[in-house]
């Protein structure tokens, strides 16, 4: 399972299956904090080859002549002049970037807390040589969504959500406010990835189809700003047909009636692909159809079912992320079949 999420966490940030990664996908692993020890271990040196991320910083200070903008105020305050030395304020292009702050911060987060082997711990001791400059950041001074990604650091992608996954999913802090870094990734973080793991699988090894994370619009002639918004979390289009999936990482894949006992398809799950479907085809060619893709569970039964419901296709199936990679991929592209 763990080796398996290294693929979907290549898939979900679009990193996919470079030379330098072959080895890697290859491991086996027998704890998450040692692959996202992994991941940074080869690609950090990766981008350190490449040149870290550099940015043109504020800095303060006290030099001898002038650079930028001169602070009188902080100048007299300082007492600099005896000295010969200015205060100024001036642009810097430096490596001291939120990205590699980061970076830092969770290999240190990694090396303090994270049950990693040995000879990975040494190696992120190595790396950190290249970020003397570089600051930490308190985890809760970091803000995510405003990190920019352009042509010259898209490279930072998978390793920035690789930090991003440690620091905001697993990292706890204990009563006395230590920290520790959790066994498991969250239920809501397992479900992120998988969504994008899916939908960036078809764009990647499926480039005959348009594959997007559309929007649904209700097929009324009575329109209400009331209506909730519909959002697929996969849309694949090809031949002027459209699958829909919607992926659910859950820890039940079927629902019991305990009074009827009897166990059905959990209902607003079948409801809500059913509505993608219909409100989609609105001229009812039944050229859409909709899957919903649970993940496996330990479940006595588990969904893997075709139907034709009111003219339209619907499937109810798992995918077993446990199972050999090979055999994972051949069931996603099974599903192309249909086009």
Known sequence: ?????????AYAFEALRKDDWDTLAAEDFEHIHDLLAAILVYGIPIQIKR????????????????????LISETLRQQTLPQGRLVCAYDEFVTDTPHNRILKTTMLLLLRHGSVNAVRKQI??????????????????IH???????????????????CQLVIEDLLLTTEKGT???????????MHWIYEHFVRNYYRAEHTDLRVSAMHVKWDTTT??????????????EK????????????????????KYTSTTFISHNLYQIYAYVKNCDTHRTGNVAGVLLYAMTDEAITPNEDMMIAGSRISVKTLDLGQDWSEIRRQLDQFCSWF
């Open 179 to 189: 920290h520790r870094l959790a066994n498991y990734f969250s239920a809501k973080a």
């Open 1 to 9: 399972m763990i080796r398996n999420i290294y693929h979907m966490l």
């Open 239 to 258: 031949n002027g047909k459209r699958l829909i999936i919607d992926t659910k990482y859950y820890c039940h894949t079927m629902q019991t009636n305990e």
């Open 124 to 141: 992120l001791r190595k790396l950190l040589l290249y970020f003397a400059e570089v600051h930490e950041i308190a985890p809760a001074a």
């Open 51 to 70: 040149g870290l991320h550099r940015d043109y910083l504020r800095q303060e200070g006290g030099i001898a002549g002038v650079r930028g903008q001169i």
């Open 223 to 236: 329109p209400s700003r009331y209506l909730p918004a519909m959002k697929t979390d996969v849309s694949l």
């Open 144 to 162: 995510w969504t405003a990190l920019k990604y352009h042509r010259n650091n898209a490279s930072y992608r998978l390793l920035l959500g690789i």
